[in-house]
């Protein structure tokens, strides 16, 4: 039940995970982020929205609880399609896991969309850690809005792992990205 | 109907409380129509505009996402609590001083949200101030004033020098305390005792006949006070009488008669206690349509065999001429180079951010009218009306308030005629304001538009002769 604009004000959050801060800072308008909550946005499961995309990149676990059952879901099971969430009509998420991302690594999250604030039309969230000879030792791509839910694109993030960081290693790495989808049409943008 | 709830709450600093507020009631229909604070305006209804922020517990809010429950034990400040015409707030003053307000619709929401913006980061920059401000829609200003404003205000603002006395200066204009601390002379902020308020069913066909309307559940429904359709329409007024004489006129009325000619076309009038009973009533109208195929695209109306928007025409062109100024023939000759083209623009909407309103209220011992509404053309509109309900101008008094911004799709006179009609058949003022559902389905839109071009040029002098058939 934690409200948007208390996690983008959250010294701790823009410590240790500032990718969700950069996230949730495109969600609407300091008036929308000011009711919303984490939890609400995370099972309505818009397909474009920013935080079911962290939850899918950042291996987030969701604890639901009915009346007579507690349950652990993580998000890449979580999520089934448009809208569409493993929730039973009798559950309710109660609190919700990110497992963090190494301390040093670095993490973007972006997104196409027609005016700050809207729906992403596309979003991606992006974070990578590298070792001490300096190649990709921790990689995380995760894409929305170019399907019925959003995606971890594990196959991009096997390409980075192990590799020294670079323009051309990074272009390979979105070619898979881009391969791994089939976005549909939608009255902003065809393919 | 679920049952009324009482709540108590701290507004602008006062206590209220509140006996009977249906639990659907939403916290900006509360604020605005059961304490009468009309400064927080009704916008896009879903979130979007900001038009209706409000401070819930020192919070920016939407009003119009919240129900009145959900604000019960809170404390909420409306544009009402800011400032007064006596004492402005400083933003308030900067708003006036930077002319950062046309309309005034968007502006106590947007001041709003950034006496917000301010208070949690004294010292803005641009960019922060246009985020802060991002959730507030202006259709009049461009932002550029807003956000001089909102810059007067940070905490290393340095006062700018006035190097001039008038060119480039605002002055402050005799509405704008008004519209920067309470507004309240929009269309939706005046009421009369006893006003119905008018919902409309419409037409889910582009192009259908009507078999049969069922308005009997309706008129069963509590606080129902009339019910009007397009077959009483046609007896108690004569079609709308168009800008320009036609030689053969289509029969346009007030409501869809025999048949519809668009979605959102409306079909039957419902007056009621409220907006809310008004719609409830709607949903149980029942109408009978048989779907016909409809034309959409300029070009295909006017092929042969098209189907007839209006049968009585006899064509789909209602109106053709020429406008030939000076020889065109000969310019064309003697042009060096002559183009072809053909532009083609897509339907458009202006949408501005207060939708269409009008309150109509009927003089039984005089059989006259006077009607609130929406018009950019009130003299020529005032004439339309009295065509249409068979009276003399002189018996219609036409007042138009100030607007939310219109930009060409005020001009809406059948409105302003069902209004008008219902009003007289409930025996009481009726007051109807467009929801953005409506105002998205079916406001005046301008249709797809085909433009030829035929250019003639002379390069040397870059003259160009046009002939620009249009439709």
């Given at each position: 039940m934690v409200r948007q604009r208390d996690v983008e004000r959250s010294p701790s959050v823009a410590e240790r995970l500032p990718i969700l801060r950069e996230a949730i800072e495109q969600v609407g308008h300091p008036a929308i982020r000011n009711r919303g909550t984490v939890g609400g946005s995370l099972v309505h499961a818009d397909p474009s929205a920013e935080l079911p995309l962290l939850a899918v990149a950042l291996d987030a676990t969701f604890h639901l609880r009915s009346a007579q059952v507690s349950r652990s879901v993580p998000a890449k099971d979580f999520y089934q399609g448009y809208l569409l969430t493993d929730i039973a009509p009798d559950e309710l998420l109660v609190a919700t896991d990110f497992h963090l991302p190494p301390a040093d690594c670095g993490w973007c999250c972006t997104e196409i969309a027609r005016r700050h604030g809207d729906f992403a039309i596309v979003a991606v969230a992006v974070l990578l850690g590298c070792g001490r000879d300096r190649s990709v030792s921790f990689a995380r791509v995760a894409v929305g809005g170019v399907g019925p839910a959003p995606l971890r694109v594990t196959a991009a993030e096997h390409a980075l792992v192990g590799e020294r960081p670079d323009a051309e290693l990074f272009r390979r790495a979105a070619d898979i990205a881009a391969q791994a989808v089939e976005p549909p049409a939608d009255i902003h943008a065809s393919v | 109907m679920a049952e009324k709830i009482s709540l108590t709450l701290k507004v602008n600093g006062s206590e209220q409380a509140a006996a009977a507020v249906e639990p659907r009631r939403s916290l900006v229909d509360f604020l605005r129509h059961d304490l009468g604070l009309v400064g927080t305006h009704v916008g896009c209804e879903h979130g979007v505009c900001g038009a209706c922020t409000v401070m819930l517990d020192g919070r920016t809010v939407r009003s119009c996402l919240l129900f009145a429950a959900q604000a019960d034990g809170s404390e909420v400040t409306t544009i009402e609590g800011i400032g007064t015409d006596e004492a402005l707030h400083p933003l308030q003053l900067a708003f006036q001083q930077h002319h950062a307000l046309q309309c005034g619709f968007c502006t106590p929401g947007m001041i709003l949200a950034a006496l917000e913006l301010l208070r949690d980061n004294a010292d803005p920059s641009d960019e922060e101030i246009r985020a802060g401000i991002s959730g507030n829609l202006c259709m009049c200003t461009g932002y550029v004033n807003i956000v001089r404003a909102v810059r007067a205000l940070r905490a290393t603002e340095r006062r700018n020098e006035r190097t001039t006395k008038w060119v480039g200066q605002a002055l402050e204009r005799s509405e704008d305390r008004r519209l920067l601390?309470?507004?309240?002379?929009?269309?939706?902020?005046?009421?009369?005792?006893?006003?119905?308020?008018?919902?409309?069913?419409?037409?889910?066909?582009?192009?259908?006949?009507?078999?049969?309307?069922?308005?009997?559940?309706?008129?069963?429904?509590?606080?129902?006070?009339?019910?009007?359709?397009?077959?009483?329409?046609?007896?108690?007024?004569?079609?709308?009488?168009?800008?320009?004489?036609?030689?053969?006129?289509?029969?346009?009325?007030?409501?869809?008669?025999?048949?519809?000619?668009?979605?959102?076309?409306?079909?039957?009038?419902?007056?009621?206690?409220?907006?809310?009973?008004?719609?409830?009533?709607?949903?149980?109208?029942?109408?009978?349509?048989?779907?016909?195929?409809?034309?959409?695209?300029?070009?295909?109306?006017?092929?042969?065999?098209?189907?007839?928007?209006?049968?009585?025409?006899?064509?789909?062109?209602?109106?053709?001429?020429?406008?030939?100024?000076?020889?065109?023939?000969?310019?064309?000759?003697?042009?060096?180079?002559?183009?072809?083209?053909?532009?083609?623009?897509?339907?458009?909407?202006?949408?501005?951010?207060?939708?269409?309103?009008?309150?109509?209220?009927?003089?039984?011992?005089?059989?006259?009218?006077?009607?609130?509404?929406?018009?950019?053309?009130?003299?020529?509109?005032?004439?339309?009306?009295?065509?249409?309900?068979?009276?003399?101008?002189?018996?219609?008094?036409?007042?138009?308030?100030p607007m939310g911004g219109s930009f060409g799709n005020k001009v809406r006179p059948l409105f302003i005629i069902a209004a008008a009609l219902l009003a007289r058949k409930a025996g009481r003022p009726v007051k109807w304001i467009e929801d953005r559902r409506e105002n998205l389905l079916a406001l005046r839109p301008r249709g797809r538009r085909h433009h030829g071009h035929q250019r003639g040029g002379e390069d040397r002098r870059n003259h160009s002769r046009r002939q620009i058939p249009q439709y």
């Open positions: - | 601390t309470r507004g309240g002379h929009f269309i939706d902020d005046l009421t009369l005792p006893g006003v119905a308020h008018a919902a409309y069913v419409r037409s889910p066909h582009a192009r259908a006949e009507i078999r049969h309307i069922d308005v009997r559940r309706a008129l069963e429904h509590p606080g129902v006070y009339a019910v009007i359709t397009g077959d009483e329409v046609a007896q108690l007024t004569r079609p709308q009488r168009g800008r320009v004489p036609l030689a053969n006129s289509p029969k346009v009325y007030a409501l869809a008669y025999q048949q519809v000619r668009y979605v959102g076309e409306p079909v039957v009038g419902i007056a009621a206690v409220d907006r809310a009973a008004a719609e409830d009533a709607a949903d149980l109208i029942e109408v009978e349509y048989d779907p016909l195929p409809p034309v959409i695209e300029p070009e295909e109306a006017l092929k042969p065999g098209a189907p007839l928007v209006f049968e009585e025409v006899g064509s789909n062109v209602l109106w053709h001429n020429t406008f030939p100024y000076g020889d065109v023939e000969g310019a064309f000759k003697e042009a060096d180079t002559v183009v072809d083209e053909r532009v083609a623009i897509h339907r458009y909407c202006s949408t501005p951010l207060e939708t269409f309103g009008v309150m109509a209220q009927y003089e039984a011992a005089t059989q006259s009218y006077t009607i609130w509404g929406h018009t950019q053309q009130p003299a020529q509109d005032l004439h339309v009306l009295a065509a249409a309900l068979g009276i003399s101008p002189g018996k219609i008094r036409l007042i138009v308030p």
